[in-house]
């Protein structure tokens, strides 16, 4: 074997493999082509989700004639002055992405500089030059790509539908808008929806903004942020905690303007929520970081996703510690979850932390065993917790009193997984005397307060039982045995229940219908924007439909394209177990809590929700002695 050196052509391919790995990064390097250029307006058009043409247009500087040619070729490039890599402030300075783009398909780029009488045109492809010519064109750049690949036909076969590709494309081109709101952005094609942000300005043009790419309800769910550490600065909108996802995907950073996705500030955000989130569930941000470019290396990555900080501790402290002084500021509003830190702290007054006596529910040892350890000092968070005191002096005759409402019937038309129905409940209750029921391990029903949790009296303690987490893990361990076994029965709705999604969403969930169908939901695009949803599953009873069909699309989004639904069944029930659950805040009858506990005894997993949270908690009187000085 001799060494010789690769041919240009060759490199370039190389090079490409790295730079464009599906239509969308070539949108991404010409758009930041475009904004490089000073443009004020750029217009990205799409076919076939890019695969077969690509168009930008960009009303930016335009290209002189005499750098056409250049502009075209390998490690050419006007951004970067003093071959100084650690000093970038344009988006592009490796001059790769032109080259690369013209060795795997035809590009054609007309161009007019203003010192030019008229435009000029080029063209390359699968690596061949032609040009450059005279052409027409007014202002600005124009770069065409068509037939992407062409020219590497095996990088086809990795290429996803249509529709993933042109949603990808989408989510580049937003991801772009939101870091340059003074621009404005089109996006159209024979294969999309026209949208169009337009330019804002002002004071307030990044709200703006990102009330166009994101939506006004993450807006009116947002807060903002604006702080600064050692000459870097984090500002932008942090969704409150409540304002959470089944995926990551809407989670947006930009590091001086550039989007990243990053490991460390993926961290930082996760750092920043851990307290006031569910475990899996995720925010929704909009956060850009401002430093010295010198602090930053972006030439860590081909495509420029990920950086890399100098001082990496003061950029997450800054993420972490600012986020937690919005949430702290946004009191009240920063969600029921925050209301359960404030619990945990309450907790951990008297028990020996939240993962001590987590045990497994199995063996007569059901979930979460909290005993006390030491006495409790009479904690601020104690009384201010919703809890009042049980009503000592009811009759043991059978029947719980119940603090709240008796009469509200539950669903009927169909058989739900909602509670055993009521004449075995009321057999059930009557049989079995308040003695019998109390030596149960989760015991007898005394109370439901606020609607929410059910206190019920053991043999030696009291149990409280969060309603809606409780029954969420049953709803969910009968859908999975159902949906392994069976196969599930569905209802049909009389009317079709009409939800708006993004396109993209909409794409996704048409793409699986037929697997969403095997799992009882059936569901068909109305128009590119919206889903009408015809059946859901019968044992999930009136469900939140809006809410179930968008988790299950963030769901999708984040999965790979080929994962099969079935595969992923445990994740498809628990999301629609959390949209069949008794909500928090349904008032159950002293029957309906029995049946709950009983079962919840009788199932496995039940100490814990579908998202890890405890179902239930236990007091022992000698806990409650201790904590009023007694003992
Ligand atoms: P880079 O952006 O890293 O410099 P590219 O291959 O993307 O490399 O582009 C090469 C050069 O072509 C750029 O440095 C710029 O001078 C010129 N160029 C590319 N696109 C445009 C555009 N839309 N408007 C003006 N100049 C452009
Ligand atoms: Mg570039």
Request: charge should be negative; charged fraction near 25%.
């Amino acid at each position: 074997m001799t060494i010789r050196q690769l041919s240009d052509h060759a490199i370039n391919q190389i090079a490409a493999g790295e730079v464009i790995e599906r239509p969308a990064s070539v949108v991404k390097e010409l758009v930041e082509n475009a904004l490089d250029a000073g443009a004020a307006r750029i217009c990205v058009a799409t076919a076939t989700g890019g695969k077969t043409l690509i168009r930008v247009d960009d009303d930016g500087c335009g290209i002189p004639a005499d750098q056409l040619a250049l502009a075209v070729e390998r490690h050419c490039t006007s951004k970067l002055s003093e071959d100084d890599l650690f000093d970038i402030r344009s988006l592009g300075f490796r001059g790769e992405a032109l080259p690369s783009i013209g060795a795997i398909a035809r590009l054609a780029m007309t161009s007019r500089h203003a010192s030019d009488a008229h435009a000029w045109a080029i063209r390359v492809e699968g690596g061949r030059k032609d040009g450059p010519s005279p052409a027409s064109h007014a202002g600005g750049t124009q770069v065409e790509v068509r037939d992407l690949f062409f020219a590497t036909p095996a990088r086809l076969k990795f290429l996803k539908s249509d529709r993933a590709e042109g949603a990808a494309v989408t989510d580049v081109v937003r991801r772009l808008a939101l870091a340059n709101p003074s621009v404005r952005f089109e996006l159209s094609g024979s294969d999309r929806q026209a949208t169009t942000f337009a330019a804002a300005s002002g004071e307030r043009a990044l709200e703006a903004r990102i009330a166009q790419v994101m939506g006004t309800d993450f807006v009116e769910n947002a807060r903002p942020v604006d702080a600064v550490r050692e000459g870097v600065r984090l500002h932008g909108l942090a969704g409150l905690p409540t304002f959470h996802k089944a995926n990551s995907l809407s989670q947006f950073f930009f590091v001086n303007g550039r989007p990243v996705r990053d490991k460390l500030l993926m961290a930082a955000l996760r750092g920043a929520y851990a307290d006031v989130l569910a475990r899996d569930r995720h925010p929704v941000t909009v956060l850009f970081l401002e430093l010295d470019p010198r602090q930053v290396d972006v030439n860590v990555h081909p495509a420029k996703a990920d950086v890399r900080f100098r001082d990496a501790q003061l950029v997450r402290g800054l993420i972490v510690g600012a986020l937690r002084q919005v949430f702290a500021e946004a009191g009240h509003l920063a969600s029921s979850h925050t209301a359960r830190s404030a619990m945990a702290s309450f907790s951990t007054g008297f028990a020996a932390g939240p993962s001590a006596g987590l045990r497994p529910a199995s063996g007569g040892t059901y979930g979460y065993q909290r005993s006390a350890t030491s006495p409790a000092p009479a904690s601020t968070d104690w009384r201010a917790s919703p809890f009042r005191p049980l009503d000592d002096g009811e009759a043991d005759d059978g029947g719980a009193p119940v603090i709240s409402g008796f009469g509200e019937a539950t669903q009927a038309g169909f058989e739900t997984l909602d509670m055993p129905s009521a004449d075995a409940r009321a057999h059930a209750h009557a049989s079995e005397a308040t003695e019998e029921r109390q030596s149960r391990p989760l015991g007898a029903a005394r109370a439901q307060v606020h609607a929410t949790y059910i206190i019920s009296q053991t043999e030696d303690g009291l149990v409280i039982v969060d309603q809606h987490a409780a029954h969420e893990r049953l709803v969910y361990e009968r859908l999975k045995a159902a949906l392994a076994e069976r196969g599930v029965a569905r209802q049909g709705l009389l009317i079709p229940e009409i939800v708006e999604l993004p396109q993209e969403d909409v794409a996704r969930l048409a793409e699986r219908a037929e697997e969403l169908e095997a799992v009882g939901l059936v569901l068909e695009p109305f128009g590119p924007g919206a889903i009408a949803v015809r059946e859901t599953p019968a044992m999930l009873g009136q469900i939140d439909i809006r809410g179930l069909v968008t988790d299950l699309a963030d769901d999708l989004a984040e999965w790979d394209s080929s994962t099969r639904l079935r595969e992923r069944l445990d994740h498809v029930a628990a999301t629609m177990a959390c949209h069949g659950s008794v909500r928090a805040g349904r008032r159950l009858r002293p029957e309906e809590m029995d049946a709950l506990l009983r079962e919840m005894e009788a199932t496995p997993n039940s100490g814990q929700c579908n998202h890890g949270r405890p179902t239930w908690i236990s007091l022992k009187l000698s806990d409650i002695e201790r904590l009023f000085g007694r003992k």
